[in-house]
């Protein structure tokens, strides 16, 4: 079975700050993808970074940065010197896809974060 | 750039109504999804398509029906509403397998 877990609902942090967002994903697929979406409090969901299982170089994207490790199933997210626009949902998810049309989408809970000036 | 567009963006039914929901897309993508965001659930996968004239369903799709006669749109329709599905409904879409989606705005849902 798939699941995604996302441990923490809610996160407050002061502006500037560094904060580190937990993604933990279980599958017995090989192949797969992971994603990470923002929901700003407008409601519309960004996409930040997708990421395939062969893959397992980190990725930094100006504050973002993001740890892939296959060992502990974890796809972890960080955001250097937070600030105020990075309130929203965070959400991590996990995509099979096996060819032939076959999708199965599962998205964590979301763990909102509250950046404070 | 339209990118995904939904409509209706607000909605309240009453138990029993039908209704259809529209997304459109103008990214020439392939796979288009229909999700359901609850509170505490994230997003479930209510139904999708690969392609113009399929549609296969995902995690969540009872009481709910699909259409993709083209490639740009995807209809997502409740033919005998429930306060259960009271929800924010999102469209989304991507190129590929595997490649990042593009959401639409969404749609408040709310069925008394």
């Known amino acids: 079975a798939q699941k995604v877990t996302q441990a923490q609902t809610e996160i407050s942090v002061v502006e500037k700050e560094d904060v580190t967002l937990d993604c933990v994903y279980e599958?017995?697929?090989?192949?797969?993808?992971l994603f990470w979406y923002k929901q700003p409090p407008s409601g519309e969901l960004v996409f930040l970074i997708r990421?395939?299982?062969?893959?397992?170089q980190n990725e930094i994207s100006g504050r973002y940065s993001w740890n892939f490790q296959k060992s502990t199933s974890s796809f972890n997210f960080t955001i250097t010197a937070s600030q105020v626009v990075d309130s929203a949902v965070y959400f991590c998810?996990?995509?099979?896809?096996?060819?032939?049309?076959?999708?199965?989408?599962?998205f964590g809970t979301g763990t909102k974060l509250q950046v404070i000036p | 750039n339209a990118g995904v567009t939904q409509t209706p963006k607000f909605r309240v039914l009453k138990t029993g109504q039908s209704m259809t929901l529209l997304c459109a897309q103008d990214?020439?993508?392939?796979?288009m999804y229909w999700y359901r965001q609850d509170p505490g659930m994230g997003l479930r996968l209510i139904h999708y398509?690969?392609?113009?004239?399929?549609?296969a369903k995902g995690e969540v799709p009872d009481g709910y029906n699909v259409s993709r006669l083209k490639k740009q749109n995807f209809l997502l329709g409740l033919e005998s509403a429930a306060p259960s599905q009271t929800s924010v409904y999102f469209c989304?879409?991507?190129?590929?397998?595997?490649?990042?989606?593009?959401f639409g705005q969404g749609t408040r849902l709310t069925v008394v």
């Open positions: 998810a996990l995509l099979l896809g096996r060819g032939g049309g076959y999708q199965k989408v599962t």
């Open positions: 599958t017995r697929d090989t192949t797969y993808y």
């Open positions: 989304a879409s991507s190129y590929d397998e595997g490649t990042a989606a593009f």
């Open positions: 990421r395939n299982s062969f893959d397992e």
């Open positions: 990214m020439n993508h392939e796979y």
């Open positions: 398509s690969v392609g113009e004239g399929t549609t």
